[in-house]
């Protein structure tokens, strides 16, 4: 089936340790997100990127990084700089990278700290 | 940077009432989005707009982009226990990054 895997599911953190939450995608979009989700609120943009090997901040970049070596995947890691990471996150991804084209998300992961 | 107002926050209704929700906008916007988001996952994309003033059905929910091009509205009808979740309006301007509504808690009552 076509669509967005995010993994894990669940995810843990010690405190001053980095994790990196996975995005995988197999609908050939050129455009991918990260976006953060607090219980109550609506999502805010952590980080997106319209094309391979290039990728731009988006509202909350503080304390996150990501890459885009590959079109199908854009891993999000979680650095230790990041000091309230427990969050629901979210991925998704589009046909053309800021077009109308609607984005479209995977299942999230779920991160708390230990 | 741009905002949306998302109201209501919450409601609760029976099963078989119809539901009314909306979002508006100080900018413009060119397209609207409408997602579903069940516990524990990702939302859904229910209906996309991009004309103003289109109307857009999708089974029992329907949709509108404001003339104005500020707001939109959601309507569902005959509501079932399956419609509970999480509505999220979001709109977007032409090269431009989607912007959310904060959301409204749907419960319906059996």
């Known amino acids: 089936d076509g669509g967005i895997t995010q993994s894990p599911k669940y995810l843990f953190r010690k405190e001053g340790q980095n994790v990196t939450l996975s995005c995988e995608q197999n609908?050939?979009?050129?455009?991918m997100y990260w976006y953060r989700q607090d219980p109550g609120q609506g999502l805010r943009l952590i980080y997106y990127?319209?094309?391979?090997?290039?990728?731009q901040k988006g509202d909350i970049a503080e304390g996150y990084s990501v890459s885009r070596e590959k079109k199908e995947s854009f891993p999000l890691t979680v650095t230790s700089a990041q000091k309230n990471p427990t969050a629901f996150y979210l991925c998704a991804s589009s046909g053309q990278g800021l077009s109308n084209q609607p984005q479209h998300f995977g299942d999230g992961t779920r991160l708390s700290i230990l | 940077g741009q905002q949306l107002n998302q109201s209501p926050q919450s409601m609760f209704i029976q099963e078989g009432e119809d539901v009314s929700m909306n979002c508006t906008s100080s900018s413009i916007f060119n397209t609207w989005l409408w997602y579903k988001q069940d516990p524990g996952e990702g939302p859904v994309l229910l209906i996309a707009l991009y004309k103003a003033g289109e109307l857009t059905s999708n089974g029992r929910l329907t949709a509108q982009f404001g003339i104005t091009r500020k707001d939109s509205f959601l309507n569902i009808s005959a509501s079932i226990p399956s419609d509970v979740g999480i509505y999220f309006c979001a709109g977007q301007t032409s090269g431009s990054r989607l912007t959310f509504g904060e959301g409204t808690q749907l419960t319906v009552n059996p």
């Open positions: 609908l050939n979009h050129d455009a």
């Open positions: 990127s319209q094309i391979v090997n290039d990728f």
